[in-house]
């Protein structure tokens, strides 16, 4: 058998008999600084990465390692407390192993999170932004032969993001008077922050924010046709020119996720509670 659906497989009939008779509905994968949603999942059930057969250990900064399964806005959740970045020296099939998994368990629906710099001038650091499209300047993950037991060669990516939860999102924003903007992710490798010309480029081409993850998961659960939903925390304001003494720091980062992260919970749980 193919080794990569091997190793997903394992892992997935491991979680399975951790979660005995739970069925999480929703995938949720935490972002940078964003792990404070795990805080409020109820009845939770901790699954560390380093007990699952073939699992990498998630080593980012402000990144835990954890599967934590719970209730969530009514729902059963299973969140991933900390992923797996492509700039960490993982492969694509590392990277996209757990949501191989989850796909495997049986969720529905795959939310994703991040910290993202604004390079849309309008955007501001602490800004949400519901991800309607991106822009995918990684390696793709689905390179290789085809799992066809989990999706077809050429899957379809002309809506990655679900159109009903973007809309019902923004809704949601409104009621509880957040601010939220629309707009593309682009994703690069990492681990540099971009130049200043490599934010230009961006911004031309027609991306509001950028950052290192979320992609490969994305086009991964896409893959399966399970509906994504997305947002991204504007962390810094990614401009072509600074002041003299500006630099793009990883802590700077994680604090500006972390004021933010409060506002982007609440419209995960509510959206959660209305599926
Ligand atoms: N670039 C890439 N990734 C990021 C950034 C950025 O400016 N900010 C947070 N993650």
Do not use: W
Not at 50 to 64: E, L
Not at 110 to 129: I, Q, R, T
């Amino acid at each position: 058998m193919d080794e990569r659906i091997e190793r997903i497989h394992k892992a997935a009939e491991f979680l399975k008999e951790q979660l005995g008779d739970r069925k999480p509905l929703v995938g949720i994968i935490l972002g940078s600084g964003l792990g404070r949603l795990a805080d409020e999942v109820q009845n939770t059930l901790v699954i560390p990465y380093k007990t699952i057969p073939g699992f990498p250990a998630s080593t980012a900064i402000g990144h835990k390692g954890n599967f934590i399964v719970g209730e969530l806005g009514g729902k059963e959740v299973i969140m991933m407390q900390g992923r797996i970045h492509y700039y960490e020296g993982y492969s694509m099939d590392m990277v996209t192993l757990p949501t191989r998994v989850m796909v495997s368990i049986g969720i529905k629906y795959l939310f994703v999170s991040n910290a993202a710099g604004g390079v849309n001038y309008e955007y501001k650091v602490g800004d949400l932004m519901i991800i309607k499209d991106h822009i995918c300047q990684q390696p793709n993950p689905l390179i290789g032969p085809n799992m066809d037991e989990f999706g077809p060669r050429f899957p379809d990516m002309t809506r990655p993001y679900d159109l009903g939860l973007i809309e019902r999102a923004e809704k949601i924003a409104l009621d509880m008077g957040i601010k939220v903007h629309k707009g593309v992710y682009f994703g690069g490798t990492g681990p540099t922050y971009e130049t200043p010309s490599e934010y230009k480029y961006i911004r031309i081409i027609g991306g509001d924010v950028t950052g290192m993850s979320t992609i490969p998961e994305v086009i991964t659960a896409r893959h399966s046709d399970i509906p994504v939903f997305g947002m991204s925390v504007v962390t810094n304001e990614a401009h072509d020119h600074y002041d003299a003494d500006y630099k793009n720091d990883g802590e700077d980062v994680i604090k500006a996720a972390d004021a933010a992260a409060g506002r982007m919970c609440s419209i995960f749980k509510k959206l959660i509670e209305s599926l």
